[in-house]
Antibody, heavy 115, light 110 residues
Framework: EVQLVESGGGLVQPGGSLRLSCAAS????????MNWVRQAPGKGLEWVSY????????YYADSLKGRFTISRDNAKNSLYLQMNSLRVEDTAVYYC????????WGQGTLVTVSS | QSALTQPASVSGSPGQSITISCTGT?????????VSWYQQHPGKAPKFIIY???NRPSGVSNRFSASKSGNTASLTISGLQAEDEADYYC??????????FGGGTKLTVL
C-alpha cells in the first residue's frame, strides 16, 4: 500500500524557517517524481514545487521567489521542503504527492505563520 | 500565473448529471493533453479521479468522465450520488514546466 506521511509542520513566526518531511513507503520511491502542493485554510489547491526522480530537475511556483527548497533522499525514501523567510500568506496545509499528475497524496501537515 | 477558472459551485439531484468546466489558456490546457481532476472531501486529502484529459485511474467509478476542447476542460459526473458531494479541482501542466490548479468547484447534491 502506497503511503506518504508528512511531518514538520507547526507554528512559526513571520520570517522564520521550517523544514517539512515526507516519508514514503509501499512503492519504489526512487522511481517516482514528487511534488509539494499546499492549501490555505478554506482555499483551493496551489502547486508549490516539483522534483525529478534523481533530484536533478526542480521547479518552483513563481510566487515562492526563491524562499523554498525542495530535495529528496532516495536512500531514506524521503522528500523534503525547506521553507525560509516565511510569511503569513504561507499558512496552509502542505501535502506531498507522488508522480505527475499526482496519484497519491499524504494527509498533509499544517504550517501556521503568525506572530 | 492565475489559477484555472472553475465555477465556484454546481448542484444537482441524485441520479442527475452535472458538468464542471475548467478554463485556461494556450499555455496550459490548450497546449497540452495533461489535464487532471481531483475530488476532495472536507478535511481529507485530494483524490485522483482523471488524468491525461479523460483517463480514469483504476478503481474510479465510470460515472466520472472528462474531456477537453480548446482551452477548456470539463468533468462530468453522471448518476449523482450523495457521496459525490465534495470539492473538485482541475489541474494542468504548463509551458513553464509548472503545474496549475483551478480555483475549485463545490458540488452540492440536493
Amino acid at each position: 500500500e502506497v503511503q506518504l506521511v508528512e511531518s514538520g509542520g507547526g507554528l512559526v513566526q513571520p520570517g522564520g524557517s521550517l523544514r517539512l518531511s515526507c516519508a514514503a513507503s509501499g512503492f519504489i520511491f526512487s522511481s517516482y517524481e514528487m511534488n509539494w502542493v499546499r492549501q490555505a485554510p478554506g482555499k483551493g489547491l496551489e502547486w508549490v514545487s516539483y522534483i525529478s526522480t534523481s533530484g536533478s530537475t526542480i521547479y518552483y511556483a513563481d510566487s515562492l521567489k526563491g524562499r523554498f527548497t525542495i530535495s529528496r533522499d532516495n536512500a531514506k525514501n524521503s522528500l523534503y521542503l525547506q521553507m525560509n523567510s516565511l510569511r503569513v500568506e504561507d499558512t496552509a496545509v502542505y501535502y506531498c504527492g507522488r508522480d505527475v499528475p499526482t496519484d497519491y497524496w499524504g494527509q498533509g501537515t499544517l504550517v501556521t505563520v503568525s506572530s | 500565473q492565475s489559477a484555472l477558472t472553475q465555477p465556484a459551485s454546481v448542484s444537482g439531484s441524485p441520479g442527475q448529471s452535472i458538468t464542471i468546466s475548467c478554463t485556461g489558456t494556450n499555455s496550459d490546457i490548450g497546449g497540452f493533453s495533461y489535464v487532471s481532476w481531483y475530488q476532495q472531501h472536507p478535511g481529507k486529502a485530494p483524490k485522483f479521479i482523471i488524468y491525461d484529459v479523460s483517463n480514469r485511474p483504476s478503481g474510479v467509478s465510470n460515472r466520472f468522465s472528462a474531456s477537453k476542447s480548446g482551452n477548456t476542460a470539463s468533468l462530468t459526473i453522471s448518476g449523482l450520488q450523495a457521496e459525490d458531494e465534495a470539492d473538485y479541482y482541475c489541474s494542468s501542466y504548463t509551458s513553464s514546466n509548472t503545474l496549475i490548479f483551478g480555483g475549485g468547484t463545490k458540488l452540492t447534491v440536493l
